[in-house]
Nanobody, 126 residues
Framework: VQVVESGGGLVQPGGSLRLSCAASGGASSTGTMGWFRQVLGKKREFVAAIRRSDGHPRYAESVKGRFTISRDRVKQEAYLQMNSLKLEDTAVYYC????????????????????WGQGTQVTVSS
């Protein structure tokens, strides 16, 4: 299964970006899809996740109200709409996928995911 992110870039504080994630190569490999981010020298952290079956999302507290995760069940794609971006949102954003439909409480764990993308850089700077 291949996971590919796109949509990163440079944006000013307060601006918006939309990340996309496409999974291919495995039937029903996207029971749950998630976004994580990592700043150089720091641990990777959870951002948002969504369950394919019912679209139930989960968000990190730091992005609630600003980011929205969605998915296309047919295309096996997930999207992260990021609004009101802050300097501290700067990071490499990784998409992850698994065939399992995890409970909401487990979606934020890296161990819940089997497939990872290479990451896309998001830079928020004035």
């Amino acid at each position: 299964v291949q996971v590919v992110e796109s949509g990163g870039g440079l944006v000013q504080p307060g601006g918006s970006l939309r990340l996309s994630c496409a999974a291919s190569g495995g039937a029903s490999s996207t029971g749950t899809m998630g976004w994580f981010r990592q700043v150089l020298g720091k641990k990777r952290e959870f951002v948002a996740a969504i369950r394919r079956s019912d679209g139930h999302p989960r968000y990190a507290e730091s992005v609630k109200g600003r980011f929205t995760i969605s998915r296309d069940r047919v295309k096996q794609e997930a999207y992260l709409q990021m609004n009101s971006l802050k300097l501290e949102d700067t990071a490499v954003y990784y998409c992850a996928a698994t065939s399992r439909n995890w409970i909401v409480g487990y979606m934020g764990n890296e161990q819940a995911y089997d497939y990872w993308g290479q990451g896309t850089q998001v830079t928020v700077s004035s």
